[in-house]
């Protein structure tokens, strides 16, 4: 059975190990504070996870340092059966999460120079270092796999069964969720690009005829760089989307790019030192702007539509398929579904804030006035117009086993996945050469079992 959902309990375990240094705990510097099988938990694994949750804001009623090596026991645990069952690394994630670390620290401590002084080592020792982490880690993750696929399907039975176990008043509560219809005009894209490419070819004259980079950046970039003269600080060329980082790295120091094009907008780039696969660049951006001409022609246009389908002249769904420009709404006759799962209901987090905002206050049936909203095609940020059709609302209430048989089938689902993993957790501490030093002898863990 496919394993629907990852067990919350088990986050900071696989979370990765933070890359700070360690610092000593009362006196000591680093030693072995636990061994599970053949697998040691050091004392510097420990103090540096404890030093990176607590820069990210967490906070516990616990000991921290306790909570975290039982996370890491239960970690191992999950690893020494990996290793007794000899299952494979998927290499491909972890050259992956591991040239993610490389490219994130050299970016944030600004260079490999910078990075080795930080930690004490050489990069190359760094890189073996979070490879054998994430190898671990990888392997865990396939093992809890394992372990939660195990089970067996969970059946209509089992769902009608866990269904009338739980207490009404404590039955999960679905939230509204609505489906629409849409008729879609794009804005003149080609004009708006065109625009913005001359202006910026204007920047470019300018800078090679002697204005400062900087003071055009500053001025007009659309941009959190602008502040910054559009300095973006030496950064890992990974970081950035290729074909910003491919035309800055062809760059000599001191050369102003031609335009280039991103998911973001149009850009140019001056290049400021380079350094291995690290560069340090200044940049203009530039976003397509739509004007009220675009706005109020496309706002006209769908007044007729609207009008049309009010006289019965047209239904909503002919309407959607002659006018509308958004190709995967147009096919279903203007039916919205979620991009994501193919859902034809949405519940307001799932919706673009624009759509709700036009359908919150509608009844089933009626057609919004024209609105401006993003598009459903991937051009992230990209202005669209439409109208709505608010086609059916299905109002809050408590889970129903015939209406939400599918949450209820993931609710039980993540329960025998979550006993499964208990139940591995319990016997293999029962089983497993477990050994914690004395300074965490009087840790209070969740679980009983870790001192024998």
């Known amino acids: 059975m ?97 040239n993610e670390r490389v490219s994130g620290i050299l970016s944030q401590l600004g260079g490999v120079e910078e990075t080795e002084k930080y930690f004490g080592k050489p990069l190359h020792r760094l890189r073996q270092e979070w490879h054998d982490m994430f190898v671990e880690q990888n392997l865990v993750q396939e093992m809890q796999r394992t372990v939660a696929g195990g089970i067996s399907e969970v059946t209509p039975k089992d769902v009608q069964q866990y269904y009338r176990s739980i207490p009404k008043d404590s039955l999960p509560m679905i939230p509204a969720q609505y489906q629409y219809s849409q008729i879609v005009l794009y804005p003149d894209v080609e004009r708006a690009n065109m625009a913005v490419r001359e202006r910026l070819l204007e920047f470019r004259q300018r800078i090679l005829d002697g204005e400062k980079f900087s003071l055009l950046a500053t001025l007009y970039s659309e941009d959190g760089s602008a502040m910054r003269g559009g300095e973006l600080g030496m950064s890992s060329k990974d970081i950035f989307w290729p074909s910003f980082s491919d035309a800055a790295m062809a760059l000599k120091e001191g050369q102003v790019s031609s335009i280039v094009e991103t998911p973001d907008g149009f850009h140019l780039i001056q290049m400021i030192a380079k350094n291995g696969n690290m560069f340090n660049a200044r940049h203009i951006l530039l976003k397509p702007r739509y004007t009220a001409e675009d706005r109020d022609s496309a706002f006209t246009r769908l007044d007729s539509i609207r009008n049309v389908i009010l006289e019965d002249s047209l239904t909503f769904q002919q309407a959607a398929w002659k006018f509308s420009e958004d190709p995967k709404s147009r096919t279903n006759g203007g039916l919205v579904a979620d991009p994501d799962t193919g859902a034809p209901f949405f519940e307001v987090d799932r919706m ?98 870790w001192l024998k």
């Open 352 to 449: 673009k804030p624009a759509d709700y905002k036009a359908i919150a206050n509608m009844k089933e049936g009626e057609i919004s006035r024209p609105f401006e909203s993003v598009d459903d095609e991937g051009r992230s940020g990209h202005t669209v117009y439409k109208i709505v059709r608010l086609e059916k609302i299905k109002p809050a209430h408590p889970a129903s086993f015939e209406e939400d048989f599918n949450v209820l089938l993931d609710i039980a689902a993540n329960k025998k996945s979550m006993e499964a993993i208990e139940n591995f957790i319990k016997e293999k501490q029962a089983t497993t050469y477990i050994v914690i030093d004395p300074l965490f002898q009087k840790c209070d863990f969740i679980r009983e079992g």
């Open 2 to 98: 496919k394993t629907r959902t990852i067990l919350a309990f088990l986050a900071i375990a696989l979370a990765p190990f933070a890359v700070l240094r360690a610092q000593a705990y009362e006196g000591v510097i680093d030693k072995t504070v636990a061994l599970v099988g053949n697998s040691m938990i050091q004392l510097s694994q420990i103090e540096s996870e404890v030093e990176m949750m607590q820069f990210q804001g967490y906070v516990s009623d616990r000991d921290l340092r306790c909570e975290v090596l039982e996370n890491m026991l239960i970690s191992k645990l999950f690893y020494t059966q990996a290793q007794l069952d000899s299952l494979t690394v998927n290499q491909d994630m972890v050259n992956a999460a591991l």
